[in-house]
């Protein structure tokens, strides 16, 4: 049988400085489950890059003094090693400035205006720079973009028009029949009431008031409106409309593309009524996750209180910021950032729960056994409700990370690392090893903990990539396991050979903390 493919998106980031914690956030997200599809066998193609067009960028090339191009160049390399250091296994970053994605995007134009989608006319109207979006009178808030709250200018000019309104039937049909299209599913009644049912006027997709855009053939004074140059990346980072279109056969239709709350419109709305015009499949899925907040606000350079990802790595681990990322924030909810949640997850759940969990296990198997289990074992009284939880958090972690309830997934992994601690204070295996005749209860125990780690080991590894080596290290495991090994209790072998390590998530003192 062919493998199965799942082809995963995030949106395509720009940020005039650095990505903060809320693009981290984003780009970890899509990663774990690009991870877990993999694990589970799929033939995942991961899509990530920038997005390098836009009238902002110009301006702030403008104000440093150097091309738009260079200042974008600068940005995508600060972007990667950003990904980098966050573990993001990404298979495509795509850049919107390269030359396949600009061909194949006025192809697409041309293909549009030929069928006649595509018209001209004139805007006059208000537009949010930053945001890169037209919008209303009555869509502001207090005079300002409702997004970003900045300033809106008017805008006058002789633009191109998309027939978006002729789709407007089609695409609340689609969205009305497909009930896992737009996810969270209150998001799909949000674009239904707000903006669908409401009515859809023609979009204004070219600019001529600046030149940072992808030119159209058929008019160059005008630049492609930056959301229909970004949108198309989906499609074009895979072939369509370039010279080699096999990726895109095998992995279009995306089955979800991962953004934020805020461009979920864009993507819901244009970007399928795009591709019904081109007369192509839609996207699976579109998930539209919650925004990370600090104290409560939306993270963001121009309110000034950016978290830079980087130093908090630097300072507590990627898994740990990993694992703080996806189980504090039930995923499509917003979620709070402070350095008092952060550090206190890692102290409960990371140094406590399951750093505890591998030292005390690999300490007293090298305590009470010189280090390496006897083959003979016999039970305790506890095992059977510890392999109960076991075969949960395996069946668990399938379950919730197939719906991308990341912080579920790890809650059923960590309900057994939970019961595995507290298996520990029942057993007393501090009282057992002054038996002698209770040296196989002990054993039995110790190989218990043992086998729980191993099995938690496999399910943290989409979220905690790094971690998982370090518990088969201790362990003496060969570093290649399967997935579905998890669900299989008693894989590992009874005499258990440990070699001690370094405490993996060590507790942090507050007064430590750099401020
Ligand atoms: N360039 C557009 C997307 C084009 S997609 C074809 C854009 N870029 S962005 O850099 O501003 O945002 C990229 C992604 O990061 C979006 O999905 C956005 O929602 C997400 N986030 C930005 N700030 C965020 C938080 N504070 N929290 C969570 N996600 C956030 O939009």
């Known amino acids: 049988m062919a493998q199965k493919t799942f082809y995963i998106t995030t949106a395509l980031y720009y940020s005039n400085s650095s990505l903060h914690i809320g693009h981290a956030y984003e780009v970890v997200a899509a990663d774990a489950m690009a991870r877990y599809k993999r694990l589970r066998g799929y033939d995942v193609k991961f899509l990530t890059g920038m997005d390098e067009h836009g009238q902002k960028i110009e301006q702030a090339a403008a104000a440093a003094g150097i091309t738009p191009q260079q200042q974008v160049d600068g940005v995508a390399s600060a972007t990667k090693a950003l990904f980098g250091t966050l573990n993001i296994d990404y298979d495509i970053f795509w850049c919107t400035t390269c030359l396949p994605h600009s061909t194949a995007v006025k192809k697409i134009f041309n293909q549009l205006y030929e069928q006649g989608d595509i018209y ?14 037209f919008y209303t009178k009555s869509q502001l808030e207090e005079g300002n973009c409702p997004v970003c709250k900045r300033k ?15 789709y407007q039937d089609r695409l609340i049909e689609h969205i009305e029949k497909n009930p896992t299209f737009i996810m969270p599913a209150s998001r799909a009644q949000e674009m239904l009431n707000n903006f669908l049912r409401p009515g859809l006027t023609d979009l ?4 001529t008031s600046f030149k940072w855009g992808i030119p159209l053939d058929f008019d160059p004074n005008h630049v492609s409106y930056v959301w229909v140059d970004a949108l198309s990346n989906y499609a074009v980072a895979l072939g369509f409309m370039g010279d080699d279109d096999s990726e895109y056969k095998k992995y279009w239709p995306a089955d979800v593309h991962i953004v934020g709350k805020d461009i979920v419109r864009f993507h819901t709305i244009i970007w399928p009524a795009l591709l019904m015009a081109l007369d192509q499949p839609l996207p699976k899925q579109v998930f539209g996750h919650g925004w990370l907040h600090v104290d409560g606000v939306k993270i963001g350079k ?8 980087a130093e908090l790595v630097e300072q507590f681990g990627i898994d740990a910021i990993r694992y703080f990322l996806l189980k504090e924030v039930a995923f499509g909810q917003d979620g709070n950032y402070t350095p008092e949640i952060l550090i206190s997850r890692i102290n409960s759940d990371l140094a406590n729960d399951l750093g505890n969990m591998l030292s005390r296990t690999v300490g007293m198997i090298d305590k009470y056994f010189g280090g390496k289990l006897p083959a003979n074992h016999a039970p305790t009284d506890f095992d059977e409700e510890l392999k109960t939880a076991a075969a949960e958090a395996a069946s668990g972690a399938n379950h919730h990370f197939d719906r991308m309830e990341f912080d579920q997934a790890l809650g059923k992994i960590w309900a057994m690392i939970g019961r595995a601690n ?24 110790l190989w218990m903990l043992a086998e729980c780690l191993r099995i938690a080991a496999i399910l943290i590894e989409p979220v905690m990539p790094d971690t998982p080596a370090k518990i088969y290290q201790q362990l003496n495991i060969a570093t290649h396991t399967d997935w579905d090994d998890a669900a299989t209790f008693g894989l590992l072998p009874k005499e ?15 007064k430590n903390l750099r401020t």
């Open 422 to 445: 507290k298996y520990i204070d029942q057993v007393e295996p501090w009282k057992l090893t002054k038996e002698a005749d209770k040296q196989d209860i002990l054993a039995g125990s």
């Open 204 to 207: 204004c997709v070219s600019r």
């Open 152 to 166: 809106v200018e008017e805008v006058d000019e002789e633009a191109y028009f998309f027939r978006l309104s002729k």
């Open 120 to 133: 001209k006319g004139a805007y006059k109207g208000l537009y949010c720079t930053p945001c890169e979006t």
């Open 302 to 309: 121009s309110l000034g209180n950016s978290i830079d990802p």
């Open 496 to 510: 258990v050979q440990i070699t001690k390590g370094d405490a993996m998530f060590p507790r942090i003192d507050t």
